[in-house]
């Protein structure tokens, strides 16, 4: 299991120093930068508070947008201090990092972590780009952590279990496109019986979350693909 | 459970402000600073850096030595970046955070975590004063976590585990008075056999390693102090 950490419009350059020395204790294969916000004062910051890890300074991929920055990964995770286990809306959703790890060795080998603004964090539709979202249990005190305890929380977790999980799952892996064809098949059968735009796409969040926390092997992927397909032929004729 | 930072000499306001934060966001009881190496400057980063929790550092305690911040602590953790499963060093042998939490759950209800200074970390005997020293497993690239992030990943193991481990253990606290007398006896012991005063005092610490990672019940831990005072007060005639 390879880790991927993409920035989105980071605004602090001691906030991408940490985050640099995170990437070499906890192993991440790339750090990517989407519009980041900082000034060559930011980035000075970011060398000292980077320690013994600055020379990874040199090695960011810097991209244009989300979208290009998640498109060769295996499965994406949003992070986000506002989520839900309950309620309507789909994409605000959660699973814990140690779901997560769980999770991501079902799905291939390249993970992506997304991270927000700090000021702002991600906004929904990011979220929505994502195929799951991380939420960090806190205390009621005070929601937000600090980006940087975030990601070494997320990033403790798939240190210490991404070995076992791997192993465990290397012959299980669903093939993603499966379920992204699954999804789909669901957009156009929602699109046949729902006149809502809003409410038809809220299903199709719920059912992706379904999908992805369900973690459905090979064989039950490929019966309800076959079901939604035959469905889906059906509406199109 | 209630949890108890020590902070021995820090050095920098930003991480203290940070690690203010941390304590809101997992529900610290307490944060204690021994001797702390900071000047007003640094104290008005710590403000800024603690956000919605600047209101804590009024309540900071201040004590003039490690011992006196632990006295009053059931159970008190040392943390290292230098730590070890095997060897010779038995103050250096460690815990996971997991296993940290297993474990306090068995000796009381305040629970003290302390970290060292953010250059040398602690020495050898303040580890020593302490029952066990909490490890984070971190990759060969880069060992020593950031102060902060190591507080984030323990405090986050702690309160999302706590609960559970208060409930499952609230009628089988071990009485820490117990273990100190097996230890007091073992050293006693050890006294009247050992010649070497270096010796004798690995032998206790690895003692004590084991009756704390051991988690003994009352009966266990009765039993093993019975044998050994018998055994003193024979040494003793």
């Known amino acids: 299991m390879r880790l991927y950490i993409i920035l989105v419009e980071i605004e602090g350059g001691i906030n991408l120093g940490l985050i640099t020395r995170l990437a070499d204790n906890f192993d991440v294969e790339e750090i990517r930068l989407v519009n980041p916000k900082l000034t060559d004062e930011e980035y000075e910051l ?7 890890s600055k020379h990874r ?16 990964l295996d499965i994406v ?10 309620g309507s809306g789909f ?54 952590l600090n980006i940087t ?8 977790e798939f240190y210490i279990r991404r070995e076992d999980i791997t192993s465990k799952y290397i012959k299980k892996k669903v ?19 729902i006149k809502d735009d809003e409410y038809k796409q809220k299903s199709v969040y719920a059912f992706k979350n379904i999908l992805y926390r369900g973690r459905p092997d090979y064989r039950e ?11 889906a032929r059906i509406f199109n004729k």
Chains 1, 2 share one sequence.
Do not use: Q
């Not at 970011?46 to 013994?52: L, N, P, Q, T």
């Not at 769980?102 to 000021?119: H, N, P, Q």
């Not at 305890?149 to 403790?156: G, N, S, W």
């Open 46 to 52: 970011a060398e000292i508070f980077a320690s013994h």
């Open 57 to 72: 300074i040199k090695e960011y991929r810097f991209l244009k947008n989300l979208d290009e920055a998640i498109e060769d």
């Open 77 to 86: 995770f949003a992070t986000s201090a506002k989520a839900t286990r309950e």
């Open 91 to 144: 994409r605000r959703r959660y699973v814990t990092p140690m779901e997560a790890v769980e999770m991501a060795g079902r799905y291939g080998d390249k993970v992506g972590i997304v991270f927000g603004r700090e000021s702002t964090g991600l906004t929904i539709e990011e979220i929505g780009k994502c195929d799951l979202l991380i939420y960090i249990p806190t205390s009621e005190k005070y929601r937000a």
């Open 149 to 156: 305890h975030a990601a070494a929380i997320i990033l403790y």
């Open 175 to 193: 093939d993603k496109e499966l379920i992204n064809r699954a999804l789909e098949y669901f957009e156009t059968l929602a699109n046949k019986v």
């Open 221 to 231: 992927i490929k019966i309800v693909l076959r079901v939604l397909s035959k469905l």
